[in-house]
């Protein structure tokens, strides 16, 4: 990492500590904002906000590797999450799921070559009634079948 | 927006902050009795009396209190919280501040899943709108001294998280570990203060119990599950959706209602929960009987069993925190032998000591989550053991 690119973190991270203040229970809301603006938590960023806020670097990444929205390991600007729990997977889940890796030429779990876009599964999304559901970033989609999904991240692509 | 929902008592008409309005006239005990009376349970699983959470925290000693709203909704198949918070906000945060004033709290916070994200924007408005109001902030509805106001936090993507003690932790800035109890939140919550946690559907059917009493909401339901009950209803059927119905409705009536045919099973909440075959149709759905937190999945005749054990089973392997060995191994082991059941490679033996795995996980874990975890093997292995040993494959496994 730059110098520059370096200190441009640490300004950042400065700018959350304020909003959030210097306690230990501002520590989530801090790295889900990295999160947001980074798509991951680098080892560097990891450093700064333990620094910033007194704890062990480990304590950060314990924390990080807990939450399945966290990340320590760079992943594509838009992450893509589509529901593997039973409502949605007896709702038609595979073929979405098939028809979007045929389309982006990768498997769920995997990256785009060019970082655009990260396919992973989550849990039940609780759009249960209308699945099957995914989330686009902080978008919801639902009622997919595969030419659905595939236009959803065509758009995005 | 769709057409206005309809029901007994929570889709019941409410004008907002009207609750709120009516605490000037009312004493923190006042609203205990009207609890009381309601014999209101928690709507988030596990069905404690919300008026003796409320009473044992209002009689913990110390200045600062806290009220955290559960917005956590992970349980598979259950999306009624998503619904009033999209739809009944005021509901909600009434609720929140009818607590903050009962326990002597000042401020609220909503632990909002992360998978609801989409939902911060309009839920933040609208306590801007409630401050402006004075529904919120200082000297609320010009009751001198009575402060409250609420923060949203959002999770990141746990569904452990939404048990209590693990909650606490991840607003403290740990990992979502639960804790051991006693102490109990009620004593010793966020940041050690005391802390009541309720689930959503609990806040708003309080604002319902202060506006029309505790006698009005027993009315409705049963003698020991009173009030109504949203239920998240999907699966195998034509009308899925959120309906609120009074406890002690049948599993055949609400299979009706939504229009399911051609049932196999109805898992009964969630994947914590239990799978009921058609021979128990006519149970209902009562803290006494089949309780729920609301989570109702239909299969129909095609659905494969074991398919249904493995997402299930999948799904508690993932979400285990890992901090008790009977949760983390036990899950991981309940899950290897639903492999096995698929593939026909089984001993009957082998399979009893499951079962006696899964049930030294229901009493040896340390959260809910591996203490009900094994509760869909267990059952649905009990109840479809002719279409797991039997008729599966040609019908000659495991012998
Ligand atoms: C693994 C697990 C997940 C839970 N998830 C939720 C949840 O998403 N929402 C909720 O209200 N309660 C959940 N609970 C129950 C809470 O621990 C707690 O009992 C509840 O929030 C209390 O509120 P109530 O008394 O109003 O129901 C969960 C419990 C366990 C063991
Ligand atoms: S029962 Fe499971 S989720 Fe709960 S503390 Fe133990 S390992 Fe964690
Ligand atoms: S099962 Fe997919 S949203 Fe609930």
Redesign the interface.
Known sequence: MLVMEKNQLTEEIEVLIKKYGK???????IL?DIQKQHSYISDYAQQEVARLLDIHPVEVF??IS?????NSSPKGRNIV?LC????C??AGKKNVASAIERELGIKFGQTTPDNKITLEY??????????PAM?VN???YYKLDPEKAVSIINEIR | MEEKRKGAVLFSDYERGSAIKKLRDLSREDILFELKESKLKGRGGAGFPTSTKWMLTAAAKSDIKYVVCNAD???????K??VLLMEYQALIFDGMVIAGYTIGAKNGIVYL??????LLDSLETYLMKMREDNLLGKNIAGKEGFDFDISI??G????VCGEETALIE????????ARNRPPYPVNTGY?GKPTTVNNVETFASVTHIVMKGGEWFCKHGTDKSTGSKLF?????CSR???YELPWGTTIQELLDIAGAENTKAV?VGG?SGICLPKSQFDRKLAYEDAATGGSI?I?NEE?DMIH?MN??M??FV??S?GQCTPCRIGNAKLLEGVKMLESGEYTFKYINKLKELGQTMQVASKCGLGQSSSNAFLSILENFKDEIFNVRKGGNHGN
């Open positions: 306690e230990r229970s501002s520590l989530i809301p889900q314990s924390v807990f939450y399945a929205f966290l999450r593997q729990t039973i409502t997977d007896l989550a849990n039940c999304l609780g759009m249960c009634d209308v699945g989330i902080d978008r919801v | 909704e992970g349980e598979p198949g259950t999306f919280d998503r899943r992360g998978e609801y994200s989409y936090r959002l990141s993507g746990a569904y991840s607003l403290e800035g740990h990992r979502g570990e940041l998240s209803i999907s699966g195998d899925p959706g959120v898992q994947a999945m299969f659905r249904i997402n299930f999948e799904f993932e979400e925190c």
